[in-house]
């Protein structure tokens, strides 16, 4: 790619990577409640999850979601199911004591956002659409490496993102340092889940 297509490719993707979202939600609500080693957790969770997306816009499956809106409406209602069931989890458990180095509550966290990220047919839409601005047919390398190149490199820009959300989740973490206060906000952040699931079946009833 040449500099004009480098320097409109690296601010759109700045712009994206701090749009709030699902994803960044479950990072610091995780972060505020268990600490930041499962809010880290949470961001390798999404951060693997978009490899997925890439991967598939890298081999065209990405485009079977925009040409068939039937599989976009089934892939976005399970994603907005299991966010419901996340954020029922996170109001009913809220009480619970949880270890913040529970090995079994990180790889309860990896598995959770891994498979949030994956169910966001949203992400499969923008590596779909985004990234084929950026693409030169007439480039040495063969298009599916330029998706894969692009979307590696998005990748990172939305990790460093979350990166980020996790690291001002956890200067707050001491403000909610409480089991009373790690139950409220494991219920309101479950709430928001909850809501937002539901506005997104919403549009399929």
């Not at 979202?21 to 080693?37: E, F, V």
């Not at 499962?38 to 978009?50: F, I, Y």
């Not at 816009?57 to 040409?67: I, K, N, R, T």
């Not at 976009?72 to 996340?86: D, E, K, P, Q």
Request: aromatic share 12%; glycine share 6%; net charge positive.
């Amino acid at each position: 790619m040449s500099l004009e297509s480098w320097i409109p490719f690296a601010f759109a993707t700045l712009a994206f990577a701090c749009m709030p979202g699902p994803a960044i939600l479950y990072m610091s609500a995780q972060t505020l409640a268990y600490g930041h080693r499962a809010g880290l957790v949470a961001a390798l969770g999404v951060h693997l999850g978009c490899y997925v997306h890439i991967a598939a816009a890298s081999v065209g499956l990405a485009a079977l979601l925009h040409h068939a809106p039937p599989v976009y409406s089934v892939i976005r209602f399970t994603g907005a199911l299991y966010m419901l069931w996340l954020g029922g989890r996170m109001i009913f458990s809220a009480n619970r004591q949880q270890d913040t180095e529970d090995v079994a509550h990180h790889r309860r966290v990896l598995r959770d956002s891994f498979v949030v990220e994956v169910l966001n047919p949203k992400s499969a839409l923008f590596f779909l659409t985004f990234l084929p601005q950026f693409v030169q047919p007439e480039a040495a390398f063969p298009i599916w490496l330029q998706f894969l190149i692009l979307g590696t490199l998005v990748n990172g820009a939305f990790s460093i993102a979350d990166l980020a959300s996790v690291g001002i989740s956890s200067f707050a973490s001491p403000l909610v340092s409480s089991t009373r206060s790690h139950a409220w906000v494991s219920r309101a952040s479950g709430t928001i889940l909850v809501g937002l699931s539901i506005a997104i079946m919403m549009r399929y009833v």
